[in-house]
Nanobody, 123 residues
Framework: QAQLVESGGGLVQAGGSLRLSCAGS????????VGWFRQAPGKEREFVAA????????YYANSVKGRFTIFRATAKNTVYLQMNSLKPEDTAVYYC????????????????WGQGTQVTVSS
């Protein structure tokens, strides 16, 4: 079925920016919710942002509102996460996800995942 290919991430200083991307299939993205999650060492997987690929409301975790933006390039079947004003507490492995019936924060509802990209924010 659908396979997600994620790229981006790296080491950045506090206050800097990064853009993550995740390429999927048109069949998957056109029918389901797409989102981003992250997981820091010793912590549970955390919801970041999500939306329906076909359109609709976009949802963000309170911790990233005003700093992160999720958006799509429909023709390229790619979803992005633009991360601005990065903080050390944003350090985590970031994953894209797809296949949920709604843009839920419950990670168990997503069927497909990217491989994960390490984002490290230094002080």
């Amino acid at each position: 079925q659908a396979q997600l290919v994620e790229s981006g991430g790296g080491l950045v200083q506090a206050g800097g920016s990064l853009r993550l991307s995740c390429a999927g299939s048109g069949r998957t993205f056109s029918s389901y919710a797409v989102g981003w999650f992250r997981q820091a060492p010793g912590k549970e997987r955390e919801f970041v942002a999500a939306f329906m690929w076909s359109g609709g409301s976009t949802y963000y975790a309170n911790s990233v509102k005003g700093r992160f933006t999720i958006f799509r390039a429909t023709a390229k079947n790619t979803v992005y996460l633009q991360m601005n004003s990065l903080k050390p507490e944003d350090t985590a492995v970031y994953y894209c996800a797809a296949g949920a019936q709604a843009p839920t924060s419950r990670y168990g509802q997503y069927d497909y995942w990217g491989q994960g990209t390490q984002v490290t924010v230094s002080s």
